[in-house]
């Protein structure tokens, strides 16, 4: 599985954009990258995967470069309630080998501020 | 359609004994991961079921077990717990390989406290 690697925290205020960035130096080629959100007490939840340039949907957007060694997640106009820990894998969704000692890493965790 | 449930969602135990938690998947989803979820380790992958197979396991000694029904409904089990064993404990579900790049989705967890 590639390795990957995310700032360990980080500060934003309300209403701004925030962009988190993973690295992931040994991307393979069927690899997808996917990120995802965890509330305390709660399990992770998926937010968005991509493939390639850019992915958008109702609550994030994905910039993927074109060498594919890292991403971006952004989060346009930050809440309160996005506060929370975010987590970046890379894996091959088309893989028959489940999910070989997988492990989401220590996250990004997010603190929004008022 | 209803999402992951885990029961129970709290649990008190004291050293020694066994524990045995639950996990319903999506229905449809055939493939059941395991995560331990510490302050200190963050989240751990414990195993993963496909089709009533253990398919992958994690680095965890073999007091961690679990299984997988026909039903896709899956069980973990924990004997002689210890302190360290406290945590929250997930399980995902996913369609069909379960693989890393496939989307998961995860129950609400099950916290367990070793005393």
């Known amino acids: 599985l590639a390795k990957t690697t995310q700032p360990i925290s980080m500060d934003s205020y309300e209403g701004q954009e925030v962009n988190i960035t993973c690295s992931h130096n040994n991307i393979a080629t069927n690899d997808y990258i996917t990120w995802y959100q965890q509330f305390p007490s709660q399990g992770p939840r998926f937010i968005i995967q991509?493939?390639?340039t850019k992915v958008t949907n109702e609550v994030a957007s994905l910039f993927i470069p074109a060498d594919r060694k890292s991403s971006t997640l952004s989060l346009p106009r930050v809440s309160l309630s996005d506060t929370a820990v975010y987590y970046c894998l890379v894996g091959d969704p088309s893989s028959n080998f489940g999910n070989e000692k997988l492990t989401f890493g220590t996250g990004t965790r997010l603190t929004i501020i008022p | 359609k209803a999402g992951v449930t885990q029961t129970p969602r709290y649990l008190i135990k004291t050293r020694g004994q066994q524990v045995t938690l639950s996990c319903s998947p999506i229905s449809g989803h055939r493939s059941v991961s395991w995560y331990q979820q510490t302050p200190g380790q963050g989240l751990q992958f414990l195993f993963e079921y496909f089709s009533e197979t253990q398919r992958n396991k994690g680095n965890f000694p073999g007091r961690f077990s679990g299984r997988q029904f026909s039903n896709s409904r899956s069980e973990m089990n924990v004997s002689t717990l210890e302190l360290g064993d406290s945590a929250l404990y997930l399980c995902?579900?996913?369609?069909?390989?379960?693989?890393?790049?496939?989307?998961?989705?995860f129950g609400p967890g099950t916290r367990l406290l070793v005393l």
């Open positions: 991509g493939y390639k």
């Open positions: 995902a579900s996913s369609l069909a390989s379960g693989s890393s790049g496939e989307t998961q989705y």
